[in-house]
C-alpha cells in the first residue's frame, strides 16, 4: 500500500512541474530576429556570429536553443511584419533585436526607425519574451548630424523601454577594413568572434535569471 502511494505521489510531482523544469523539456529558445549582419550575409551560416552564439552555449553547458531569422536586406518594418508568426512558432524566452542598419542605408527617418523598433518590443515582451537590443553605427558619408540622431534612437529607446543595449553591435570590425568584406558594409568571417564577444556580455545574464511569466 504504502508502495503504490510512494508511485502516486511521484507520479503527481513530476506532472506538476512546471515545463521548464521536465527532463523532457525542450530547450528555451533564443530568437534572433535580425538582417544581413546576422543572416551571415557572404559568408558560411556556421561561420556567423548566430551560429558561434549556439556553440558558445554548448561549450559552457547552457541548454539553449538559437533560432535565426535574420533576413538579408530587412528593415525594422520587415521585422515587424514577420515577428508575429516567429514568436507564435518559437515562443522564445529571449528576443535579440539586430534591426535599423538598412532602415539608416536608405535614410529612413529615425522616428519611424524608433517607432518600428518599440513596437517589436512591446510585441516580444507581450510574448513572455525577454528583449535585447543592438545598435548599429552608419557609414560617416551619411553625416554627421543624422548618424547622431540614428544612434540616438537605440540608445533612448533602450532607456525609455528599460531593455539592455549592445550600443555598437559591429564594434571594433566597422573600423577594421581587414575584418570587412569587400562592399565595406558587411564583415567577414574573422569579424564573426568579435560581433559574439560585443552581444555576449549584455545576453549573458539574461540566460541566468528567472523567464518571464508566460514562458
Known amino acids: 500500500m504504502m508502495r503504490?502511494?510512494?508511485i502516486a505521489f511521484l507520479s503527481v510531482s513530476v506532472l506538476g512541474l512546471p515545463p521548464a523544469a521536465r527532463a523532457d523539456a525542450a530547450p528555451p529558445v533564443i530568437l534572433v530576429l535580425g538582417d544581413s549582419l546576422s543572416a551571415a550575409y557572404g559568408i558560411a551560416l556556421a561561420d556567423g556570429w548566430v551560429?558561434?552564439?549556439?556553440?558558445?552555449?554548448?561549450?559552457?553547458?547552457?541548454?539553449?536553443?538559437?533560432?535565426n531569422a535574420g533576413l538579408s536586406g530587412d528593415t525594422t518594418a520587415g521585422g515587424l511584419?514577420?515577428?508575429?508568426?516567429?514568436?507564435?512558432?518559437?515562443?522564445?524566452?529571449?528576443?535579440?533585436?539586430?534591426?535599423?542598419?538598412?532602415?539608416?542605408?536608405?535614410?529612413?527617418?529615425?522616428?519611424?526607425?524608433r517607432d518600428?523598433?518599440?513596437?517589436?518590443?512591446?510585441?516580444?515582451?507581450?510574448a513572455g519574451s525577454r528583449?535585447?537590443?543592438?545598435?548599429?553605427?552608419?557609414?560617416?558619408?551619411?553625416?554627421?548630424?543624422?548618424?547622431?540622431?540614428?544612434?540616438?534612437?537605440f540608445q533612448d529607446l533602450a532607456a525609455a523601454q528599460g531593455v539592455p543595449l549592445v550600443p555598437g553591435l559591429l564594434a571594433g570590425v566597422a573600423e577594421d577594413r581587414a575584418?570587412?568584406?569587400?562592399?565595406?558594409?558587411?564583415?567577414?568571417?574573422a569579424a564573426q568572434?568579435?560581433?559574439?564577444?560585443?552581444?555576449?556580455?549584455?545576453?549573458?545574464?539574461?540566460?541566468?535569471?528567472?523567464?518571464?511569466a508566460g514562458n
Not at 133 to 140: E, F, S, V, Y
Not at 194 to 207: A, C, H, K
Open 4 to 6: 503504490l502511494l510512494w
Open 51 to 67: 551560429a558561434l552564439l549556439q556553440g558558445r552555449l554548448r561549450e559552457r553547458g547552457l541548454d539553449w536553443r538559437v533560432v
Open 81 to 113: 511584419t514577420r515577428l508575429p508568426e516567429l514568436l507564435k512558432r518559437h515562443r522564445p524566452a529571449i528576443l535579440i533585436v539586430e534591426l535599423g542598419a538598412n532602415d539608416g542605408l536608405r535614410g529612413l527617418k529615425p522616428t519611424v526607425v
Open 116 to 126: 518600428n523598433l518599440a513596437r517589436i518590443i512591446q510585441a516580444g515582451r507581450a
Open 131 to 153: 528583449v535585447l537590443l543592438t545598435g548599429i553605427q552608419l557609414p560617416p558619408n551619411y553625416g554627421a548630424a543624422y548618424n547622431q540622431a540614428f544612434q540616438a534612437v
Open 179 to 189: 575584418l570587412m568584406q569587400a562592399d565595406g558594409v558587411h564583415p567577414g568571417a
Open 193 to 212: 568572434p568579435r560581433i559574439l564577444d560585443n552581444v555576449w556580455p549584455v545576453l549573458e545574464p539574461l540566460l541566468v535569471t528567472d523567464p518571464p
